[in-house]
């Protein structure tokens, strides 16, 4: 049973960084679909940054470009992202998820909410002005 568990939540002021960690486990094949998800209260649920364990591919939301990184250590079975310059509108409950390797419309682990299979319980982040 693949498993995703997010943790590293917090509260920061504008300007500050974050580094959320995802435990996973019992991935059946390489080259699974890693991601962080972000949901404001009233609003779906959105992608922020994707990528293909074992691989260079990463996505970014515009919105988060050149702010947020995701990596991944592999031998430790646990995927990262992490946050600079946060900004109030940063602020969101951030989950973790996971699937097997699938390409939309040619881009391998598009951040679309509805091909994601596994998903961590969330965690808070609170960025104050």
């Known amino acids: 049973q693949v498993q995703v568990a997010e943790s590293g939540g917090g509260s920061v002021q504008a300007g500050g960084s974050l580094k959320l960690s995802c435990e996973y486990s019992?991935?059946?094949?390489?080259?699974?679909?890693v991601g962080w998800f972000r949901q404001v209260a009233g609003k779906g649920r959105k992608g922020v940054a994707t990528?293909?364990?074992?691989?260079?591919?990463?996505y970014y939301d515009e919105s988060v470009e050149d702010r947020f990184t995701i990596s991944s250590d592999d031998s430790s079975n646990i995927f990262y992202l992490h946050m600079t310059n946060l900004k109030p509108e940063d602020t969101a409950i951030y989950y973790c998820a996971a699937s097997p390797p699938l390409a939309v419309a040619g881009q391998w682990c598009a951040p679309r909410t509805g091909m994601w299979t596994y998903w961590g319980q969330g965690t808070q982040v609170t960025v104050s002005s």
């Open positions: 019992n991935f059946p094949s390489p080259g699974y679909c």
């Open positions: 990528a293909k364990l074992s691989t260079e591919i990463k």
